[in-house]
């Protein structure tokens, strides 16, 4: 089977932009989890989305959501871009979040200028 | 609120070395932990993931144990190897929170030749 793919994997922008993320989960698994990934904070969870229902939400502003397509496949966006939102990207795949190991992609190294 | 706290940040050892990592979180509740592994400016590659219900888990050279009362976890390394060098990061699913994970800050281990 496929791995976690993410694209882009590396992107720039500056302040005020918005930007959008795309990730696809391992064939079958029907729930992605986003996360952010600093020096500083370490890894943070931002949603996660299964069967197209955002299922959990982390403590992020409103400049960041998501959403998932019938075919599992998700989309991260942020808005208004800050200078503190330079970080990896990750997403996980499951089957289940709750029982099952959570497969990471390789990121999206986003820098805001 | 669940934290989880990686000991220690940092370890360097000789290679043919066993080694233990240790993790410790603050709440029980937790559906399962995993234990990933993270290579500079990589995503994360799953290494053992344990069940609330299991004691340990076995692969190749690693072993992780779980000890849910006392709220720890280690990662046993066998015979360390250079290409063990990484960053390893420890991960609680907390039940009370849908199975996001809440991430260690991670030990970052050097394996000299």
């Known amino acids: 089977k496929a791995g976690v793919t993410q694209t882009p994997r590396y992107l720039i922008k500056t302040r005020g932009q918005q930007v959008t993320l795309s990730c696809s989960p391992i064939s079958g698994h029907r729930s992605v989890s986003w996360y952010q990934q600093t020096p500083g904070q370490g890894l943070q969870f931002l949603f996660e989305y299964f069967s197209e229902t955002q299922r959990n939400k982390g403590n992020f502003p409103g400049r960041f959501s998501g959403r998932q397509f019938s075919n599992s496949r998700s989309e991260m966006n942020v808005s208004t871009l800050e200078l503190g939102d330079s970080a990896l990207y990750l997403c996980?795949?499951?089957?289940?979040?709750?029982?099952?190991?959570?497969?990471f992609g390789p990121g999206t190294r986003l820098l805001v200028l | 609120k669940q934290e989880v706290t990686q000991i220690p940040a940092a370890l360097s050892v000789p290679e043919g070395e066993n080694l233990v990592l240790n993790c410790s979180f603050t709440?029980?509740?937790?559906?399962?932990l995993q234990w990933f592994r993270q290579d500079p400016g990589k995503g994360l590659t799953s290494l053992l993931l344990?069940?609330?219900?299991?004691r340990e888990q076995t692969s190749g050279r690693l072993n992780a144990s779980l000890d849910k009362s006392s709220g720890r976890s280690t990662l046993y390394i066998a015979a360390s190897q250079p290409g063990d060098s990484a960053t390893y990061l420890c991960a609680a699913a907390h039940y009370n929170q849908g199975g996001k994970l809440i991430f260690g800050q991670g030990t970052e281990l050097s394996v000299k030749p």
């Open positions: 344990i069940q609330s219900s299991q």
């Open positions: 709440d029980s509740a937790i559906y399962n």
């Open positions: 996980a795949s499951s089957s289940d979040t709750r029982q099952e190991t959570q497969y």
